[in-house]
T-cell receptor
Framework: DAGITQSPRYKITETGRQVTLMCHQT?????MFWYRQDLGHGLRLIYY???????DKGEVPDGYVVSRSKTENFPLTLESATRSQTSVYFC????????????FGPGTRLLVL | GQQLNQSPQSMFIQEGEDVSMNCTSS?????WLWYKQDPGEGPVLLIA?????ELTSNGRLTAQFGITRKDSFLNISASIPSDVGIYFC????????????FGKGITLSVRP
């Protein structure tokens, strides 16, 4: 019944630290996505994955790294956090192409000091 | 690149009123999606449109796929307080059917 979950829900870190945001889905969806949401910019795609071990860049990939060793998990890592990466991060998943519904997680609110 | 334009950024209406919002682009889209984001949560799909001219309803919500394929409209009738939130339009990027691009969203406030 869990669907798509993200952890942590809230995170405070310092500039230069490595941070990993977790995303887990229980549907075995092929596609998974990471977005960031900032005031005035809406939702912007960071990275996405079409299947395990297949990832590709979105609109704003710089400063982020992803991996997908298992279908159900899609972690997002900020290798050296910067203040400009303060944002709300949403993970999403979808079974197949656009005709399928894309489901979003509840978000992770990240503050970089 | 392809952009989806939503304006105004915020709308304020009285409970019981109808409200209409639109989404435009200079590019053609073959699919239009409308999402709603409640405060503190992730976006949820409201309506999906796949054919030019298509009119689809979901309760008090009605959305239309514009004939030119460059716009879409969402109407909410008889608004209630729980309609508060951010409404996004979205569509697949040209040549990259697996990825969605989103408008910046319209924040709707409903006065009781």
């Amino acid at each position: 019944d869990a669907g798509i979950t993200q952890s942590p829900r809230y995170k405070i870190t310092e500039t230069g630290r490595q941070v990993t945001l977790m995303c887990h889905q229980t549907w075995s969806h092929s596609y998974m996505f990471w977005y960031r949401q900032d005031l005035g910019h809406g939702l912007r795609l960071i990275y996405y994955s079409a299947a395990a071990d297949i990832t590709d860049k979105g609109e704003v990939p710089d400063g982020y790294v992803v991996s997908r060793s298992k279908t159900e998990n899609f972690p997002l890592t900020l290798e050296s956090a910067t203040r400009s990466q303060t944002s709300v991060y949403f993970c999403a998943s979808r079974a197949g192409q656009i005709q399928e519904t894309q489901y979003f997680g509840p978000g992770t609110r990240l503050l970089v000091l | 690149g392809q952009q989806l334009n939503q304006s105004p950024q915020s709308m304020f209406i009285q409970e019981g009123e109808d409200v209409s919002m639109n989404c435009t682009s200079s590019s053609i889209f073959n699919t239009w999606l409308w999402y709603k984001q409640d405060p503190g949560e992730g976006p949820v799909l409201l309506i999906a449109l796949y054919k030019a001219g298509e009119l689809t309803s979901n309760g008090r919500l009605t959305a239309q796929f514009g004939i030119t394929r460059k716009d879409s409209f969402l109407n909410i009738s008889a608004s209630i307080p729980s309609d508060v939130g951010i409404y996004f339009c979205a569509g697949p990027l040209l040549g990259a059917n697996s990825k969605l691009t989103f408008g910046k969203g319209i924040t709707l406030s409903v006065r009781p």
